[in-house]
T-cell receptor, first 113, second 111 residues
Framework: ETGVTQSPTHLIKTRGQQVTLRCSSQ?????VSWYQQALGQGPQFIFQ???????GRGNFPPRFSGLQFPNYSSELNVNALELDDSALYLC????????????FGPGTRLTVT | GENVEQHPSTLSVQEGDSAVIKCTYS??????FPWYKQELGKRPQLIID?????GEKKDQRIAVTLNKTAKHFSLHITETQPEDSAVYFC??????????FGAGTRLFVKA
C-alpha cells in the first residue's frame, strides 16, 4: 500500500506570483481534500475532489483552484499570491467522500515574501 | 456553520498519568469524529475515530467517548509516554465534503 505523497516539500514565492502544488493519493483512494494549515492552527478545508470534479469548497477565494486526474492525483493552484498564503498545505486522500478515514500527505511548506 | 472548540490548548502531564482532551461541536448532524496526532514538522496522523452510532471506542492506550446529546467528544490517553508528546487535533464531519478541525492541544509528557 502506497501512502500519500506531496511535492515539492518547500517553496518560496514572491507576492503576486502563481504556484502549483501536487499530491498523489493513497492506493485505492478516489477522493482528495486540500487543507491550509497556518502556524499554530488546525488545518482549514480548502476543497475536495472526487472523480475529477470539485465536490465542495471551504471559505477560500477563487484564486485557489484545483484539479484531479484520472489516477486520482491532484493539484492545488494558487494565483496572485499574498503574504497570508504562507502556510503548510496538506492534501488528504480517502476511500470516498464524507470525510471518513482521511490520510494526510507530508505537506508543502509555502513561504510568500 | 459548524464550529468546533477544543480544550485545553496546552496540557502537561507526568509520564504514566492519563491525559484527556475535550471537543465540543455545534451541528447536530455531525456524524464522524476523528482525532489526529501531529508531531513537530510532520503530517497529521489519524489515531482513532468514532461514528455517531457508537458511544465509545478503544485502541490500546487511547479511547474516544462521544456524547451526542451534549455535543461533545473526548480523547483519553492512559499510561502516557514521552513519545505521546505532540499536538492533537479533533475534527468533525457531517458526512459531507467538509471536515472542521479544532485548534489543537499541545500535549507535553514529562519523563
Amino acid at each position: 500500500e502506497t501512502g500519500v505523497t506531496q511535492s515539492p516539500t518547500h517553496l518560496i514565492k514572491t507576492r503576486g506570483q502563481q504556484v502549483t502544488l501536487r499530491c498523489s493519493s493513497q492506493s485505492g483512494h478516489n477522493t482528495v481534500s486540500w487543507y491550509q494549515q497556518a502556524l499554530g492552527q488546525g488545518p482549514q478545508f480548502i476543497f475536495q475532489y472526487y472523480r475529477e470534479e470539485e465536490n465542495g469548497r471551504g471559505n477560500f477565494p477563487p484564486r485557489f483552484s484545483g484539479l484531479q486526474f484520472p489516477n486520482y492525483s491532484s493539484e492545488l493552484n494558487v494565483n496572485a499570491l499574498e503574504l497570508d498564503d504562507s502556510a503548510l498545505y496538506l492534501c488528504a486522500s480517502s476511500p470516498g467522500t464524507g470525510g471518513y478515514e482521511q490520510y494526510f500527505g507530508p505537506g508543502t511548506r509555502l513561504t510568500v515574501t | 456553520g459548524e464550529n468546533v472548540e477544543q480544550h485545553p490548548s496546552t496540557l502537561s502531564v507526568q509520564e504514566g498519568d492519563s491525559a484527556v482532551i475535550k471537543c465540543t461541536y455545534s451541528d447536530s448532524a455531525s456524524n464522524y469524529f476523528p482525532w489526529y496526532k501531529q508531531e513537530l514538522g510532520k503530517r497529521p496522523q489519524l489515531i482513532i475515530d468514532i461514528r455517531s452510532n457508537v458511544g465509545e471506542k478503544k485502541d490500546q492506550r487511547i479511547a474516544v467517548t462521544l456524547n451526542k446529546t451534549a455535543k461533545h467528544f473526548s480523547l483519553h490517553i492512559t499510561e502516557t509516554q514521552p513519545e505521546d508528546s505532540a499536538v492533537y487535533f479533533c475534527a468533525v464531519n457531517t458526512g459531507g465534503f467538509k471536515t472542521i478541525f479544532g485548534a489543537g492541544t499541545r500535549l507535553f509528557v514529562k519523563a
